[in-house]
């Protein structure tokens, strides 16, 4: 069974920052592009910044100069730094990793979200 736990969500005004983390664990043979979505009420979920195993990495043009995405290979985690967050940020934050476990080809993993709320 493979899980992706994050942490790190919660309640920041305007200009602050956050860190989010999100650790694999299970039985895990491989993990290739790890990365952060997010969905706000009634929109989307959209692709926040995704990095591959060997730290090559994308972002949306709205989080760009904002947010940096890293990994730790030997952990089995990625992170998420946002700094200078605005209102619109507010959404809840997915963790996304495609996996090779033990037993099974690649697959997809999500965990289970974290809120992250930008106000006043």
């Known amino acids: 069974q493979v899980q992706l736990v994050e942490s790190g969500g919660g309640l920041v005004q305007p200009g602050g920052s956050l860190r989010l983390s999100c650790a694999a664990s299970?039985?895990?043979?491989?993990?290739?592009?790890m990365g952060w979505y997010r969905q706000a009420p009634g929109e989307e979920r959209e692709l926040v910044a995704a990095i591959t195993k060997g730290g090559s990495t994308n972002s949306a043009d709205s989080v760009k100069g904002r947010f940096t995405i890293s990994r730790d290979n030997a952990k089995n985690t990625v992170y998420l730094q946002m700094n200078s967050l605005k209102p619109e940020d507010t959404a809840v934050y997915y963790c996304?990793?495609?996996?090779?476990?033990?037993?099974?080809?690649?697959?997809?993993?999500w965990g289970q979200g974290t809120q992250v709320t930008i106000s006043s």
């Open positions: 299970g039985r895990i043979s491989d993990i290739n592009t």
């Open positions: 996304y990793a495609r996996i090779r476990s033990y037993f099974s080809a690649w697959d997809d993993y």
